[in-house]
């Protein structure tokens, strides 16, 4: 079987290549048994056994099933090598979407999400449904890092990331933000019931027992509440909360406060 032919096989199907390549493997498998059988038959008739080409004939049937065997072999390998390079793409794909400390989804898939979100409310008219961002920040993360060391922030960064995720709701997403900030978006989620939710966690971190090496290590939260406006866009709503998030900290911080 040709390269061509396993190309032309699967547009013929509407087939996916690798399904092609199996059945071309299985169709070759039974052209080998058919061909045995074949010389086997030939072999029976004694006019046919005594025929002076006939070695000659078994010799070319030999090789023709050789060929066979290592077409087989290279189409099997091939589909190993398809389904390799497609579970590689998967992870790339996962890892490109993934901040590796936290394991949080990072900001691209935020982004995704986000931009997500505003598509399914403008299906339904910008009238049903609405959703709402928070935007955190570690109060004084840099002087986490200068009395405890860079390893014990990656520590309270990780530690707060799990807070987050088994605070929050299946549908909602944190994700991490860049340095010691988080972004978290709550589908179907009024301003009020956004509040509320970083009124919780807030009141979770700060009463939250971190320990590293042995030294106990306290930290708080400032938050920033916006929900949906119509209009607006993923940079519009991403701003707003970060705007909220920078009035929480000039009030001083461990408390969050609303977008104007």
């Not at 040709?2 to 699967?10: E, Y």
């Not at 994700?175 to 009020?192: H, N, S, V, Y």
């Not at 009035?247 to 406060?257: C, Y």
Request: glycine share 8%; proline share 2%.
């Amino acid at each position: 079987m040709s390269r061509g032919a396993v190309s032309g096989d699967a547009r013929a199907t509407g087939l996916p290549r690798r399904w092609a390549l199996r059945r071309g493997t299985v169709g070759m498998m039974l052209q080998e048994q058919k061909l045995r059988d074949w010389i086997a038959r030939l072999a029976e008739n004694e006019d046919y056994a005594a025929h002076p080409l006939m070695t000659e004939f078994r010799a070319l049937a030999d090789e023709h099933l050789k060929l066979m065997r290592q077409l087989t072999k290279i189409a099997k390998i091939s589909d190993r090598m398809q389904t390799d390079t497609r579970q590689m793409a998967q992870a790339l794909h996962a890892a490109s979407q993934t901040d590796p400390l936290t394991e949080l989804p990072n900001r691209r898939q935020m982004v995704d999400r986000l931009e997500a979100e505003l598509c399914r409310l403008g299906r339904n008219g910008g009238g049903s449904g609405s959703f709402a961002l928070i935007m955190l920040d570690i109060d004084h993360f840099k002087e986490v890092n200068d009395a405890f060391g860079h390893a014990a922030g990656d520590h309270v960064l990780v530690e707060a990331a799990g807070l987050f995720r088994r605070n929050l709701r299946g549908q909602d997403l944190c994700a991490r933000w860049g340095g010691e900030e988080f972004l978290i978006l709550l589908p179907e989620t009024d301003q009020l019931q956004a509040e509320a939710v970083a009124e919780k966690l807030r009141g979770l971190i700060a009463h939250h027992s971190i320990t590293h090496q042995g030294r106990s290590i306290a930290i708080t939260l400032s938050l920033g509440v916006a929900a949906y406006r119509p209009g607006r866009t993923a940079d519009d709503c991403i701003q707003a909360a970060d705007d909220a998030l920078y009035i929480a900290k000039r009030a001083g911080r461990n408390r969050w406060a609303a977008a104007a």
